[in-house]
């Protein structure tokens, strides 16, 4: 049996479950999810941090329409926020110093600090390893469970739909309506939104609509006990200039990712053991601290466009095709801007304020 909406979303990660939430104002909106349970990659697997300096441009203006809502959320019954203290400590050896000058020059928010007041911060740092260091106070822990589970929730309440086990097979238009096959039935709408994530430009081949060259990047961690005899809790989230390496505290213990960035085809993601030996390697150099047990690793995807922006809009060559994918690292910090813009674009209305939708258009990418 066919079931019908005004707009299909592809993908209930946090991309396609904040703009499906945001959509529900003015449509009837399905959110089709290819696994049991929503959440399963990119944004069941994040440490998000909130860096409102992080990105170029384009994902800069995201991060500042985003954070209002990440300090106190519409949806959230008491007007609650999702936000917490954690702070970024950048650590630079003899070798890296000039990571260090860029990352200043680059980011008024961020101060050096002398290394001594780094290892006050974070005790188990070498202090011989440091030549210099910096802090931005003003970077903040997501709860991304939480922010996830917001969205779900008013989809819901506001009369959305969410379909798991709804992997799209078929994806056809057909007299102004698109069709999606899924494995749980079939559903048509005028509109339909690629947020699938890693697999969004295979999405968008089989609606017949060009590919914009996204690039799914395997990103490693692991976890490890806490140093014995400290409370790792209020550590920020420390790394070196060079990005090579970053840990921070983890439920207790600390998390510790090579900070890699491995192209990918899209899949379940798992960690490569040499890529997490090298960054547990390099983290071991940094600490007076020595790794002897990983209690577990995991993998996720961070899918890039080519310049590294999101790709929030229409596509101007597919009528009803709208693209909500290439969130990098950048997805769940930006998610509360990005899906009223995508929101506001689907339901034509105005963008929102201080939000400008060309450079994340996907006509950027068209001739």
Known sequence: ?????????????????????????????????????????????????????????????????????????????????????????????????????????????????????????????????????????????IDVDRLHQLYLRHLKQAGGSLVCNAGVTGLTRDGGVWRAETRAGVFEAPLVVNAAGAWADLTAAMAGVEPLGLRPLRRSAAILPAPPGHAVERWPLAGNAAETYYFKPEAGKLMVSPADETPVDPHDAWPDDMDLAEGLDRFARAVDYEVTRVERTWAGLRTFAPDRALVIGFDPTAEGFFWLAGQGGYGIQTAPGAARLAAGLLLEETAPTGIDPAPLSPARFRD
């Open 1 to 141: 049996m066919t079931q019908t909406a005004d707009v299909i979303v592809i993908g209930a990660g946090m991309a396609g479950a904040s703009a499906a939430a945001e959509m529900t104002r003015g449509a009837k909106v399905v959110v089709l999810e290819s696994e049991p349970h929503p959440g399963y990659h990119s944004t069941g697997r994040s440490a998000a941090i909130f860096i409102q300096s992080y990105g170029n441009a384009a994902v800069r203006q995201l991060n500042r329409a985003s954070r209002p809502l990440l300090e106190a959320h519409p949806f959230d019954p008491e007007g609650a926020g999702v936000l917490s203290p954690r702070g970024i400590l950048t650590l630079a050896g003899a070798d890296e110093t000039a990571h260090l000058d860029a990352l200043l020059a680059e980011n008024p928010g961020v101060e050096e600090i002398p290394p001594d007041e780094a290892v006050e911060m974070v005790p188990i740092l070498r202090r011989a390893a440091i030549e210099r260091a910096a802090f931005e106070a003003d970077a903040l822990d």
